[in-house]
């Protein structure tokens, strides 16, 4: 079995995330039929939420970890299906998704996000994002011994008139980098989101491989964040270390950012160019 391309390829220029239910009525043993039978193209990347795994037990998949912490919620909201179709421009993403959705009848879309790069894969507080994405370990981090895969994703909705009234230092020190040389700081205090997330500084280490995309439309801007990993478990406990639940000290990000979505979906792997369902049988 093969894991589904786009999980390991890089960010792409432009992509929709594209948020899906089943149709009132509609059995999901019809949906999980079409999804089976559909051509999976290497722009695409299909999510299966917790609804459509039914009893299955699928070693490293859970929920989107409903924490809180003083003004801070993290919210869980969970879809049936997730697609996140990828292109070089707007209109070759359109024709993709076009073709995906009319192989999926059973599905209604329930929400859509058009994410794009921005400058050099910059989030839109103008710092790098995904700077400590272990690359070379990619495979290793993103998929389990089947190919597939498990991805949290949530949409960040960024204050950016508030982030870019505060102090320049301020600004540096809520990522803990240079914005003009994406160089850690040395003085970063730490509430800073480099010492919040260190990959490396869990036990276990916490390692994922981010794929995640500015975007914006009428309801605001900020960051559609995607973390694949083999398991849940490295991004839930960075999420209880961003919150403030190991010791305390909430991530400054929440100074300027917060998720108003959160999901979780089994990324099935892929046999014969065709996502492979097996492990849901029986």
């Not at 329930?110 to 994410?115: N, T, Y």
């Not at 690359?135 to 982030?163: C, N, T, Y």
């Not at 160089?183 to 280490?205: C, I, S, Y």
Request: charged letters at 20%.
């Amino acid at each position: 079995m093969a894991h589904q391309p786009g999980i390991l390829a890089g960010v792409p220029p432009h992509a929709a995330f594209v948020f899906l239910d089943l149709r009132h009525g509609v059995a999901p043993g019809t949906g999980l039929a079409e999804l089976a039978a559909a051509e999976h193209p290497d722009a695409l990347v299909v999510g299966l939420g917790p609804s459509l795994l039914g009893a299955a037990s699928i070693a490293g998949m859970g929920p989107m970890p409903a924490l809180t912490a003083p003004g801070v919620a993290i919210p869980s909201t969970p879809t049936d299906l997730f697609l996140r179709i990828a292109g070089a421009d707007p209109g070759e993403v359109l024709h993709c998704e076009r073709a995906v959705l009319a192989s999926l009848p059973s599905f209604e879309v329930v929400d859509r996000v058009d994410g794009f790069m921005y400058a050099d894969s910059r989030d839109l507080s103008g710092y790098v994002d995904g700077t400590e994405n272990p690359e070379d370990r990619a495979a290793e981090v993103a998929l389990a011994p089947d190919g597939s895969s498990v991805l949290a994703i949530q949409r960040w909705v960024h204050d950016l008139d508030a982030f870019y009234a505060m102090p320049r230092v301020r600004q540096d020190h809520t990522f803990g980098r240079d914005r003009d040389t994406n160089e850690e700081l040395d003085d970063a205090p730490a509430t800073a989101h480099v010492k919040r997330t260190a990959q490396e500084g869990f036990a276990p280490e916490a390692f994922v491989i981010r794929r995640s995309m500015p975007w914006r439309d009428a309801r605001g801007a900020g960051l559609v964040f995607l973390a694949f990993g083999a398991t849940l478990a490295p991004f839930e406990a960075q999420l209880r270390r961003m919150t403030g639940h190991d010791d305390g000290q909430v991530d400054a990000l929440f100074g300027f950012t917060r998720p108003v979505t959160g999901a979780t979906y089994w990324c099935p792997p892929l046999a014969g160019g065709r996502l492979d369902l097996r492990a849901l049988e029986g």
